[in-house]
């Protein structure tokens, strides 16, 4: 009677003996049994299976176009050239791939809404659409811990990038490359003048996704007065005062500008912290770009 084999995904350094010509080459028996072998490679094979399962070649390239609006915008996705990914609703497992940059819009939104939503935050997938033929959407559910699927379709729906929507439901036009993000347009995030020698906290999260601890910020101060010498930091949210900071210092004089831009730690709030040691400083922070 015919059984089912029963796979244990590994990949063991001792091979079985294989048959040689003239051996009697039963299935389970004899001085070398053909089961074993099969076993083997039954075994290697869902051991790959499971570590490539989510692999993408390709697709490590987003952008979105400037001038977009809630309803007409255009989302690019370099070529993709194998993903690994089940199908929608069933167990096999597909290599696809696209022919060329795949370019989405508001069709490709799902749930079809009438516009893009204010102030949120975008995800872009791929996934086998039966054939073999990689296509993408874009989606508000995020991915999970990992990066590599959306929430909820492990194995599916493959995380290739985000984007963020203005107050008026635009995206904001932005480029990745390999998880790093910059954006085309600048925002000032907070620009107010400081309370001297206290660190405060500002959120980046109108530009940062939830998912991301690393923001690159452009920080640049300008001098009310001319008296003293003018000092300000940057550091990750809620850090200790034992926290490595990135500061600027100069003496200079009325109206001089002091800009700098560096990678800095964010917390799980989007957060960074900032200080200036005077109150006539005018500090202004903004968001440059992330890493994921």
């Not at 452009?218 to 990750?236: E, V, Y």
Request: glycine share 8%; hydrophobic share 40%.
């Amino acid at each position: 009677m015919a059984t089912s084999v029963v796979e244990t995904p590994r990949i063991v350094a001792t091979l079985p003996t294989r048959p040689q010509d003239g051996d009697d080459a039963y299935l389970d028996a004899g001085a070398a049994p053909i089961m074993p072998v099969l076993q083997h490679l039954y075994d290697a094979a869902g051991a790959l299976r499971i570590a490539a399962l989510g692999q993408m070649s390709g697709g490590d390239r987003l952008s979105v176009d400037p001038g977009g609006t809630n309803t007409v915008f255009a989302v690019r996705v370099s070529r993709i050239v194998g993903l690994l990914s089940r199908q929608t609703g069933s167990t096999p497992i597909y290599a696809t791939y696209t022919a060329g940059e795949t370019s989405l819009d508001l069709t490709d939104v799902d749930g079809a809404p009438a516009a893009l939503a204010n102030s949120t935050w975008y995800y872009v997938y791929a996934f086998c659409n039966g054939t073999a033929t990689t296509q993408a959407y874009i989606s508000t559910v995020a991915p999970e811990s990992s990066l590599t699927w959306r929430t909820g379709a492990e194995g599916v729906d493959r995380y290739v990038g985000c984007f963020r929507t203005n107050g008026s439901g635009a995206p904001l036009p932005v480029r990745m490359h390999r998880g790093r993000y910059v954006y085309w347009t600048k925002q000032t995030i907070v620009s107010a003048l400081s309370t001297a020698g206290v660190w405060a906290a500002q959120s980046l999260a109108t530009r940062v996704p939830p998912h991301a601890r690393v923001a690159t910020i452009n920080a640049q101060s300008s001098r009310a007065s001319n008296t003293g010498t003018r000092a300000f930091s940057l550091r990750p949210g809620g850090a200790a005062a034992s926290a490595f900071d990135y500061s600027a210092l100069q003496h200079n004089q009325l109206g001089d500008i002091e800009e700098m831009r560096v990678e800095v730690l964010t917390n799980a709030s989007q957060e960074v912290d900032y200080y200036t040691n005077d109150t006539t400083s005018l500090l202004e922070i903004g968001v440059a770009g992330f890493a994921e």
